[in-house]
């Protein structure tokens, strides 16, 4: 093991020559070359996500250095432990962390308009609290903070299931806020933001009430004097929310500021030719074309993508320019149809778009279905009768009944609101 320690400490150091210092120390600082004989190289990793990384991105480069220092080029092996993900059950059972499970750093899409904040919070969440902290990330609306946000969280959740994690956005902030006020429950909020360990907190651009400011720099201040680990987004840097007050603004910078930047076509076409093949969707460059020209909002861009697969999943027809047209939607022009909720809510639960709108009784099957059912009638222009045509051809009664369930569950589970919050937060 002593020579393949040796070794890697060279391939380390010699990658550091070509490159970031800063890059090989986020991707390479939990690896281990543990085999090295009969031209195999086996290097172990933190995780499958850690491992797929390195593969794209540096195996070329691992490649050479081993051509240069050892004279010979071994075939490259990434090992790492085959955990599964922590379910609701493994996880603290009392607290609810609001992640998106959909939104992880292994779907998250890299381009140099976004490289700087994606590793930014790699490195963060491999060492929460020792450094960057607070982490601030900002950019204009649909551009991936919260997607970063909820990645961070769920990459933490899978090494640590009893970590205290809460992603929350700045109106949710203020609803637990005044229903803690209401009920007379002041210090069970206090205690619900006191006690964590990585505190993810959305679109403070949208906290402007004093008193509420106050409470949240109370919390800022507790968790990191108790080296917790604080991530905030805004679309504009600390120093342009001016209506923080000054003490607030002035934490808000005290760690690292990362931006991402405002994506240009080359990218838009990258990310819209890697969501297409793993969709297993192909269009005509035509067609990409206009994809690329429709909008600079990456979170429009896959409500449109999944406005043409949902197409696509339900009619045998070819798709062209004209049909596209009709399809997607424009910044100003935002619509939802049945169809979007249907293939979010199929993507949610792991389930298909027939299982979803059949009539089978199962809690997996039925439980998915009343929620988007209740998620059509808040979003879309549909009368009762269309949604119940909708799926299945039901009656309009089942849909009644549907929502009516959801607004009860809402009130005495508090996974149905977080499944709740994280939909409603892809379709808004």
Not at 210 to 231: P, R, S
Not at 310 to 317: D, I, P, Q, R
Not at 319 to 339: F, V
Request: contains cysteine.
């Amino acid at each position: 093991m002593a020579t393949e320690t040796g070794t890697w400490n060279l391939i380390t150091e010699s990658l550091k020559a070509k490159g970031s210092n800063s890059n090989i120390k986020t991707w390479f600082s939990n690896t281990n070359l543990t085999r090295l004989d009969n031209n195999l190289a086996v290097i172990e990793v933190s995780n499958k996500f850690v491992a797929n990384w390195l593969r794209e991105n540096y195996l070329d480069d691992i490649k050479r250095s081993f051509k240069t220092i050892l004279k010979e080029t071994p075939e490259i092996q990434f090992k790492y432990s085959q955990k599964d993900l922590p379910s609701e059950k493994n996880n603290n059972e009392k607290f609810k962390n609001n992640l998106n499970k959909l939104m992880t750093f292994d779907n998250f899409i890299v381009g140099d308009y976004n490289r700087f904040a994606f590793s930014s919070a790699v490195e963060i969440s491999n060492s929460a609290g020792s450094f960057y902290n607070p982490l601030f990330i900002y950019s204009k609306s649909g551009h991936g903070k919260t997607h970063i946000l909820n990645a961070i969280g769920n990459f933490l959740v899978s090494k640590d299931t009893l970590l205290k994690i809460k992603y929350i956005n700045s109106k949710n902030f203020l609803s637990d806020y005044n229903n803690s006020l209401i009920s007379k429950n002041f210090n069970e909020f206090r205690k619900n933001y006191y006690d964590l360990d990585v505190f993810l907190f959305d679109d403070i651009e949208y906290l402007k009430n004093k008193k509420i400011q106050d409470e949240f720099l109370a919390i800022f201040n507790k968790l990191y004097d108790e080296k917790k680990q604080i991530i905030i987004t805004a679309e504009t840097p600390p120093n342009k929310l001016n209506f923080l007050h000054d003490q607030l603004k002035s934490r808000l910078g005290w760690g690292l500021i990362a931006e991402i930047k405002e994506i240009d076509q080359k990218n838009k076409n990258h990310i819209i030719r890697k969501i297409l093949k793993e969709k297993n969707i192909t269009l005509s460059d035509d067609i990409i074309f206009y994809l690329n020209k429709s909008t600079n909002n990456i979170k429009t861009l896959l409500k449109n993508i999944i406005r043409i697969e949902a197409y696509l999943s339900l009619n045998n027809k070819n798709i062209n320019i004209s049909l596209i047209k009709s399809l997607i939607k424009d910044d100003k022009n935002i619509t939802l149809s049945i169809n979007d909720i249907q293939m979010l809510t199929s993507g949610y639960f792991n389930i298909s778009i027939s299982d979803l709108i059949s009539n089978k009784k199962i809690s997996m099957y039925s439980y998915p279905r009343h929620l988007a059912m209740y998620l059509c009638k808040k979003y879309t222009k549909t009368s009762f009768k269309e949604i119940g045509y909708q799926f299945g051809n039901k009656d309009h009664t089942t849909v009644v009944y549907a929502i009516k369930k959801i607004d009860m569950l809402k009130s005495k589970k508090k996974s149905v609101v977080s499944d709740l919050r994280n939909m409603e937060n892809f379709l808004t």
